[in-house]
């Protein structure tokens, strides 16, 4: 394992940069922010904010050669989308259903919903009625390799393009399906525009069993699709509901919407926007932002940072949706975000000492 370490200096430019009027904004944190924004410079292994880690070659930093992105470039680069007033809301579309009963897809897409509200604090979050795989229309097929059904990710971005209300920042879509960009391609975990604020993710690959020969979302090798006929999806297995599945879901769904914030894969220390190749490596990643990735969204969206801990807190210690009317016998799965909620717990001790 190799450890990619910056230095002090670095990290410092990075996260306040050396143009006067950013580090004016800086000085206006209060000594508690900046003390947990600071936490970011004596980075190891033991500390809040951690150094990224390198456990193989296929790990993303080896393969990508971006720019690292500094909270400068954040702010001076065009290619990104603000929320502004009357086009604020992040909206959430899901595509076909989530679990094995139609309740348990409003209580986990509500998870979600409410977990995002939380870490894009001050945004408002809301979700569109669910809707089968035949509303959008999409192309489909079963992949050679996988033997499971796949959707066309170019028709799901189009139907949520037209879908995208006047009033949103953006709009992305979520699904249990998995996804194709291309005919030659094996598979993608998502795909977005980011300048038209629309998404589409899969969690399907995030099942614990995919990979295995007991995957049961194969179809029979050599079933025949008619294209018009979506009835193969009615029924479809959909990964079980689990603490683990919600947790990755959560840190998708929040990565790929920082993307559309105009953040880039975070190269500075161990956060949810480091680039990821394989699932080894996304769930290696932390469930919240480093410190400089944090300060481009708080420039984004200008929230309270005590107030947005201790909301994505609470999130974790609710172990139900009070807000949700439904007889389901389903409770948030929190064991995979114990971790986090006492990382959580640090994070506001710091900004109260
Ligand atoms: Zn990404
Ligand atoms: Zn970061």
């Known amino acids: 394992m190799e450890i990619v370490r910056h230095s002090e200096d ?3 430019t990075a996260l306040v940069s050396n143009k006067g ?25 033991t500390t809040l904010f951690k150094p990224i880690e390198l456990h193989s070659e296929s790990d993303w930093i080896r393969s990508h050669s971006e720019a690292k992105q500094d909270f400068y470039m954040f702010c001076s680069s065009q290619s990104r989308l603000l929320p502004v007033p009357g086009k604020s ?18 209580k986990y897409i509500n998870w979600l919903k409410e977990y995002c ?6 945004l408002k979050v ?13 192309t489909f097929r079963v992949n050679t390799y996988s033997h499971n059904l796949q959707i066309y990710t170019a028709h799901i971005l189009k139907y949520l393009k037209n879908k995208k209300p006047k009033d949103a920042f953006c709009i992305v879509g979520i699904t249990m399906i998995d996804l194709y960009p291309e005919d030659s391609w094996n598979f993608v975990f998502g ?9 589409i993710f899969s969690f399907a690959r995030y099942d614990d069993n995919f990979y295995t020969a007991g995957y049961k979302g194969k179809l029979k090798k050599n079933i025949h699709l008619d294209p018009k006929d979506y009835s193969v999806f009615d029924g479809y297995y959909t990964p079980p ?9 959560c840190k998708t769904l929040t990565h790929e919407i920082g993307h559309i914030f105009g953040i880039k894969h975070c190269q500075w220390l161990q956060c949810i926007m480091q680039g990821s190749n394989h699932l080894e490596e996304s769930d290696r990643r932390p469930i919240d932002l480093c410190p400089i990735c944090l300060r481009k969204l708080h420039y984004a969206i200008h929230f309270d940072i005590k107030k ?9 210690e609710q172990n139900s949706n009070p807000n949700v009317a439904t007889t389901a016998p389903l409770d948030k799965p929190m064991e995979a975000f114990e971790e986090w909620k006492k990382w959580l717990l640090l994070c506001l001790q710091i900004l109260e000492e």
């Open 21 to 45: 009027n950013l580090i004016e904004l800086y000085q206006k944190f209060s000594p508690g922010v900046k003390r947990l924004l600071e936490e970011a410079f004596g980075a190891d292994t």
């Open 117 to 122: 509200e939380r870490f894009y604090y001050g």
């Open 126 to 138: 809301k979700l569109l009625p669910p809707v089968p795989v035949s509303a959008t229309a999409c």
């Open 89 to 106: 809301t992040i909206y959430i579309q899901a595509i076909g259903v989530f679990g094995d009963l139609e309740t348990t897809t409003i």
């Open 308 to 316: 947005r801990y201790k909301a994505l807190l609470e999130w974790i």
């Open 241 to 249: 509901i689990t603490s683990k599945l919600l947790l990755r879901s």
């Open 191 to 199: 795909t977005a525009s980011l300048t038209e604020g629309i998404g």
């Open 10 to 12: 670095t990290l410092r």
